[in-house]
C-alpha cells in the first residue's frame, strides 16, 4: 500500500494567495484527519470526516480553512486569503474501523511570505 | 475535553543507556488508547507502541515499552539501548474509545529526544 499521499510536499506562496493542499487516504479507509503543527502550539485538529462526512470542524482557526472530501479518495484543505501566521506543517492522517492508530502522510510544509 | 501533556521539551541520553520520556493525561473516560509516535528529521510520523486501556499489562515492541499507570494516569515510554537513530520528537497521544466512529488523536506538545554518540 503506498499510505496515505498529501501533495504538494512544500508549498511557498504570497500573503492573500489561495492554497489548495491535497490528500489521498489509505484506500478502504473511512476516517480523515487534518492537522497542522507549530512549534508554539504542537499537533492541532483542524476537522475530521468519518465515511466522507464533515464530524468537527471546531479547529478550523477561521473562516478562511475549508476543508472537502468530496469521495472516499480524495480531500481538499483550502486557505483563502493565505496569511505569513499559516505558516506551518499540514499533516493528512486515515484509519479504519478496525485500526486504532492514525496513518499519517508526509505533511506538507506551507510558508506564507 | 480530553487533554495530553508531556512535561520535558527536550530529554537526551548517551547511545546504549535507557531513557524515560514522561506523559500525563487528563480524562474521564474508562476506555481508551494511548499511542507513542516519533517524528525524525523527514517529518514522517511513525507509530512506536500503542496501549488499550482495559488491558493492565505495559505494551513492549522491541526496545520500546511503557509504564501505563491508569489511575494516575500516566503513560512513559522507556527507551532501552538507545541508538543515533533514535533520536527525534516523541509524541504521546490518546484517542477515545467510547464515542461511535472513529475519533481524532490528541496529542502531547512532544518531546525532542537527542541521541549522544
Known amino acids: 500500500d503506498a499510505g496515505v499521499i498529501q501533495s504538494p510536499r512544500h508549498e511557498v506562496t504570497e500573503m492573500g494567495q489561495e492554497v489548495t493542499l491535497r490528500c489521498k487516504p489509505i484506500s478502504g479507509h473511512n476516517s480523515l484527519f487534518w492537522y497542522r503543527q507549530t512549534m508554539m502550539r504542537g499537533l492541532e485538529l483542524l476537522i475530521y470526516?468519518?465515511?466522507?462526512?464533515?464530524?468537527?470542524d471546531s479547529g478550523m482557526p477561521e473562516d478562511r480553512f475549508s476543508a472537502k472530501m468530496p469521495n472516499a479518495s480524495f480531500s481538499t484543505l483550502k486557505i483563502q486569503p493565505s496569511e505569513p501566521r499559516d505558516s506551518a506543517v499540514y499533516f493528512c492522517a486515515s484509519t479504519t474501523d478496525w485500526n486504532t492508530e492514525a496513518f499519517f502522510g508526509q505533511g506538507t510544509r506551507l510558508t506564507v511570505v | 475535553a480530553q487533554t495530553v501533556t508531556q512535561s520535558q521539551p527536550e530529554m537526551s541520553v548517551q547511545e546504549a543507556e535507557t531513557v524515560t520520556l514522561s506523559c500525563t493525561y487528563d480524562?474521564?473516560?474508562?476506555?481508551?488508547?494511548l499511542f507513542w509516535y516519533k517524528q525524525p528529521p523527514s517529518r514522517q510520523m511513525i507509530l512506536v507502541i500503542r496501549q488499550e486501556a482495559y488491558k493492565q499489562q505495559n505494551a513492549t515492541e522491541n526496545r520500546f515499552s511503557v509504564n501505563f499507570q491508569k489511575a494516575a494516569k500516566s503513560f512513559s515510554l522507556k527507551i532501552s539501548d538507545s541508538q543515533l537513530g533514535d533520536a527525534a520528537m516523541y509524541f504521546c497521544?490518546?484517542?477515545?474509545?467510547?464515542?461511535?466512529?472513529?475519533?481524532?488523536?490528541?496529542f502531547g506538545k512532544g518531546t525532542r529526544l537527542s541521541v549522544i554518540a
Open positions: 497521544a490518546y484517542r477515545s474509545a467510547e464515542v461511535s466512529g472513529n475519533t481524532p488523536l490528541v
Open positions: 470526516f468519518n465515511n466522507n462526512v464533515p464530524i468537527d
Open positions: 480524562t474521564s473516560e474508562s476506555d481508551y488508547y
